[in-house]
């Protein structure tokens, strides 16, 4: 059964650079997609994008220009960049792995807080 | 980009009653629609993928129907444990979640 595991810091302040890592264990990062999926406090689902374990991305339209996810095989971990930080980006922070089109494992989520 | 709306954005029903919430899609996604149940504080749990097919371990008293860009999903007798916000997803396009139906115990 995998489980993921996302860790980083809790809080980020406004402007810098909000940085998570998602650890696989009892899977491999092969032949499937790695998500990042965020909610903000007491509102819905947002899809901030996805990367192949081969290194293929895509992104949210309304986020692109400020995220990056990468992946490293040799960890067995994907991580997540965004830049640019507002309050608003304020939320708990999923990664999920996206298999034929659905998310059947996730992480437990992580709540980072951005402010000064 | 793909927009979905759900409705009703929240509801209350009785314990053995019926729940029917409705997905609708900006444009014709086929059947490339999933349905999600989140409880306070837990990641989001999927219940129904590809708009009517049951996720394995789920009771059946969740279904899901439809295709093009009108979807149903219905909670058959709630129960108690179902209390919990209900996402749609839509994968044709990228992905996009629905904006969430809270059900609650009337």
């Known amino acids: 059964q995998v489980h993921l595991q996302e860790s980083g810091p809790g809080l980020v302040k406004p402007s810098e650079t909000l940085s998570l890592t998602c650890t696989i264990s009892?899977?491999?990062?092969?032949?499937?997609?790695w998500s990042w999926i965020r909610q903000p406090p007491g509102g819905g689902l947002e899809w901030i994008g996805y990367i192949y374990y081969s290194g293929t991305t895509n992104y949210n339209s309304s986020l692109k220009s400020r995220v990056t996810i990468s992946v490293d095989t040799s960890k067995n971990q994907f991580s997540l960049n965004l830049t640019s930080v507002t309050t608003a980006d304020t939320a708990v922070y999923y990664c999920?792995?996206?298999?034929?089109?659905?998310?059947?494992?996730w992480g437990q989520g992580a709540l980072v807080t951005v402010s000064s | 980009d793909i927009q979905m709306t759900q409705s009703p954005s929240s509801l209350s029903a009785s314990v053995g009653g019926r729940v029917t919430i409705t997905c609708q899609t900006s444009q014709d996604i086929n059947n490339y629609l999933n349905w999600y149940q989140q409880k306070p504080g837990k990641a989001p749990k999927l219940l129904i993928y590809?708009?009517?097919n049951l996720e394995t371990g789920v009771p059946s008293r969740f279904t899901g129907r439809g295709s093009g860009t009108y979807f149903t999903f219905t909670i058959n007798s709630l129960q108690p444990e179902d209390i919990a916000t209900y996402y749609c997803q839509q994968y044709h396009t990228l992905i996009t979640f629905g904006p969430g139906t809270k059900v609650e115990i009337k």
């Open positions: 009892g899977g491999s990062l092969s032949s499937y997609f």
């Open positions: 999920a792995r996206y298999g034929s089109g659905w998310y059947r494992a």
């Open positions: 590809d708009a009517s």
